[in-house]
């Protein structure tokens, strides 16, 4: 007869820390916060705890919400019976500022090709930092850059671009950002 192990386990979201959201300054909140699992002793003695999903905290500005599925390996069951959990983060003790972006560039571009135009001549960028820090950046700190690596054709497009903060570790940008240009073969 094979013997079952019955076991409480916290909920766990996994961060992708950044643009001024650490560790120290993100609040977490899981409803519920635990679960009891049962199955195989050898399974569930090595479950510590349950991630739900990995949130990069660099995708909203400061509170995010969302219900997630709770996922269990092959063999565990979920004794308690709540299948999904609810989850707030809350990022504390900082702000967020809209700054017109002008500087953009690009690199890596494939030999064979060239940027006959950069479509795209201003962005409006979300930059999060403490508030002191966002009184100080000021949009000349502020550059996006395209990498080009994978451009495998010519015509125009849009690409992703990664907003730099220069002389600022603790801001950047929140949310994603895309360029037009126009590519030659």
Same mark, same amino acid.
């Given at each position: 007869?094979?013997? #079952?192990?019955?076991?409480?386990?916290?909920?766990?979201?996994?961060?992708?820390?950044?643009?001024?959201?650490t560790?120290?300054? *993100?609040?977490?909140?899981?409803?519920?916060?635990?679960?009891?699992? #049962?199955? @195989?002793?050898?399974? &569930? #003695?090595?479950?510590?705890?349950? &991630? +739900?999903?990995? &949130?990069?905290?660099t995708?909203?500005? +400061?509170?995010?919400?969302d219900?997630?599925?709770?996922? +269990?390996?092959?063999?565990?069951e979920?004794? *308690?019976?709540i299948?999904?959990a609810d989850?707030?983060?809350e990022?504390?003790?900082? @702000?967020?500022?809209?700054?017109?972006?002008?500087?953009?560039?690009?690199?890596?571009?494939?030999?064979?090709?060239?940027?006959?135009?950069? *479509?795209?001549?201003?962005?409006?960028?979300?930059?999060?930092?403490?508030?002191?820090?966002?009184?100080?950046?000021q949009?000349?700190?502020?550059?996006?850059v395209a990498?080009?690596?994978?451009?495998?054709?010519?015509?125009?497009?849009?690409v992703?671009?990664?907003?730099? &903060?220069?002389?600022?570790?603790?801001?950047?940008?929140?949310?994603?950002? #895309?360029?037009?240009?126009?590519?030659?073969?």
């Amino acid at each position: 007869i094979p013997i #079952s192990m019955m076991k409480e386990v916290p909920l766990y979201v996994q961060c992708v820390y950044g643009s001024g959201a650490t560790e120290e300054n *993100t609040v977490i909140n899981i409803e519920p916060s635990k679960i009891t699992i #049962s199955g @195989d002793t050898e399974i &569930v #003695s090595g479950i510590n705890r349950i &991630v +739900l999903t990995t &949130v990069d905290l660099t995708d909203f500005s +400061l509170t995010h919400q969302d219900t997630y599925a709770i996922p +269990l390996p092959d063999g565990v069951e979920n004794v *308690t019976g709540i299948n999904q959990a609810d989850v707030k983060i809350e990022i504390t003790g900082v @702000d967020t500022k809209i700054f017109t972006v002008t500087n953009i560039s690009y690199r890596n571009l494939p030999s064979g090709y060239t940027v006959d135009e950069i *479509t795209t001549q201003s962005l409006d960028v979300r930059i999060r930092a403490p508030q002191d820090v966002l009184d100080q950046i000021q949009a000349s700190n502020l550059s996006a850059v395209a990498d080009l690596s994978d451009i495998t054709q010519s015509g125009d497009m849009f690409v992703q671009v990664r907003i730099i &903060v220069d002389g600022f570790t603790d801001a950047g940008a929140v949310g994603d950002y #895309s360029i037009g240009i126009k590519i030659k073969g």
